[in-house]
């Protein structure tokens, strides 16, 4: 697929995770799965218990998520069909590989989509929030990785970057816009 088709598949909004209409959304989740702060905490509590429960059981059978790898259950009560959990990297500099850690979350969660054949797909910021990766840096790397994976396979059809705030959104957009 050329870059021009993989551009038209890429969409920036602002508002909230929870409430889009598509195949799945990606959850920025912490390695127990178990919900917690952030996007992690509005995702389960609009999901609802069967989240929650689908997420014990990924836990008692692999014991968790490991950073950078992803995982998919269930949406719940949320309008998408699926969720998929990944796990970002705590930033620290980024000298401790953060960028790849990064680049990978994304990458597992395209994976588990294509798997799927979703026709469409949402990302929050992923380690923007308490995990501390700056929101620039972030961004670029979602771009890059989401524009790479659009050339090159079919699946998702739509990529979303949802934007919580303003800065964000203006990032995104930057990221989108490039071919």
Known sequence: ??????????????????????????????????GGGGVDGAIHRAAGPALLAECQAIRARQGGCKVGEAVITTGGRLPAQYVIHTVGPVWNGGRAGQPELLASCYRNCLRLAAE??????????ISTGIYGYPT??????????????????????????????????????????QT
């Open 1 to 34: 697929m050329s870059s021009s088709s993989a551009l038209t598949r890429l969409r920036v909004v602002q508002g909230d995770i929870t409430k889009l209409p598509v195949t799945a959304i990606v959850n920025a989740a912490n390695s127990s799965l178990l």
């Open 116 to 125: 799927q054949e979703m026709v469409s797909l949402a990302f929050p910021g």
């Open 136 to 177: 620039a840096a972030a961004a670029a790397v979602a771009g890059h990785e989401i524009r790479q994976w659009l050339a090159a396979h079919k699946y998702p059809r739509k990529v979303v970057l949802v934007a919580f705030d303003d800065e964000t959104r203006r990032l995104y957009e930057t990221e989108a816009a």
